[in-house]
């Protein structure tokens, strides 16, 4: 869209642009381009100057979770069922390095030769995530991440097929019971969706403090508190990581220290947090499988200067529970849930309760009747495995 003379006119004069202004300098445009032109033109211009231009119908599709511009090549989006192109057009690889720098700019960050890579909120929480060439080769590259606009709750999700009717009730008594736990999976997996939905199932009488890095976690619940990270600013001062965040939360009374993603040295503090009562205690973490749970948590710690057997002990008393998910062609679904229990030599050992076998049905394995005595869960949920002794 060409910038008419009233829009430059706004330039020169040095306002910065708001809805209202935006508003403003297309109503003598109204007689030219008629009551319907002139809304669509402020919308356009809306979304050039203080949205994500053409990218805007993407953010608001409901199904959309995740949108990609890769450089001057095309944008891909995901539905819940994997990446497809679109027929999107964001321009070249000017076009798409102008957008992320206003992009980053929205979310407060700083984005050009200097600092070539960011990672920032939007307003309406969509996370931002860009990089500038040379670091990128081929060009600038951005990463949308769209949180759900309602946060669904267990049923719904036992409804969308992510776990069957005999893990409702297992995901609902983990909660009720105060057991402290992990969501583990790979990127896109559906940890943050689980996590949120689980919290939406604690009491209204308890108070929940989420640290996150970034705000994605959606919760259903009338007492919250958030917790965010900041970045250093341009001269390097002013960071506060989620060490320093957890920390604080310790503070503030939570009936439930929540840390939405742990990825680095603020799992010491956590560690030590859930091991000085405060149960119920959850958060997120990446791993491939269940089993590599452990050796995340090692190498976590080894960044906080904890050494393994520390992190071990630490560990075996902090955490309970560990809840896996798995992306299969485009589906995600709750693959295993496990306990964590002391094995050979004192390492922890994530042992199967609940996972699901290659045709898809419920199996329990070696750890399903330490799970429902926890749980106070009497009966076995489903089909006994050969491995139950």
């Known amino acids: 869209m060409s910038v008419s003379p009233t829009v430059w006119a706004q330039i020169r004069a040095g306002r910065a642009p708001t809805l209202g202004l935006v508003a403003q300098v297309l109503d003598g445009e109204a007689v030219v381009l008629g009551q319907t032109g002139a809304l669509q033109a402020r919308s356009d211009l809306a979304a050039q100057v203080l949205g994500a231009g053409p990218l805007e119908p993407l953010l608001a599709d409901p199904q959309v979770t995740d949108v990609l511009v890769n450089a001057g090549s095309g944008v891909w989006v995901d539905r819940g069922d994997g990446l497809t192109r679109t027929d999107c057009d964001v321009g070249d690889e000017a076009a798409v390095r102008r957008l992320a720098v206003r992009l980053a700019g929205i979310a407060g960050r700083r984005l050009d030769d200097t600092s070539p890579y960011v990672d920032g909120l939007l307003p309406g929480g969509v996370r931002l995530h860009a990089v500038l060439p040379p670091i990128a080769v081929e060009g600038s590259h951005i990463s ?214 290659a045709d898809g049905e419920t199996v329990t394995g070696p750890a399903w009747r330490t799970l429902a005595r926890l749980l106070g869960l009497p009966d076995l949920p489903h089909r006994e495995s050969a491995l139950v002794p």
Request: positive net charge; charged residues 20%.
């Open 144 to 357: 949308l991440r769209v949180p759900r606009q309602e946060a669904p709750s267990l049923v719904e999700l036992a409804r969308w097929g992510m776990f069957g009717a005999e893990w409702l009730r297992v995901l609902q008594a983990l909660v009720k019971v105060r057991c402290s736990f992990v969501v583990s999976g790979g990127t896109g997996s559906g940890k943050t969706t689980l996590l949120g939905a689980l919290l939406g199932e604690v009491d209204v009488g308890e108070r929940l403090v989420i640290v996150e890095d970034v705000r994605e976690l959606a919760i259903v619940h009338p007492h919250v508190v958030r917790l965010q990270s900041r970045p250093a600013n341009v001269e390097g001062r002013g960071e506060v990581g989620l060490t320093s965040l957890v920390r604080q939360s310790l503070r503030m009374r939570p009936d439930r220290l929540v840390v939405g993603e742990v990825r680095g040295a603020e799992v010491r503090e956590m560690l030590a947090a859930l091991n000085t009562g405060h149960e119920g205690g959850c958060g997120t973490l990446h791993a491939n499988t269940a089993v590599d749970v452990v050796a995340r948590f090692e190498a976590m710690g080894a960044l906080a200067g904890l050494a393994p057997t520390a992190v071990h002990a630490q560990l075996l008393s902090a955490v309970q529970v560990v809840v896996h998910l798995r992306r299969s062609a485009g589906h995600r679904f709750v693959d295993t849930v496990a306990v964590l229990a002391r094995g050979a030599g004192g390492r922890p050992e994530v042992r199967s309760a609940l996972s699901r076998d």
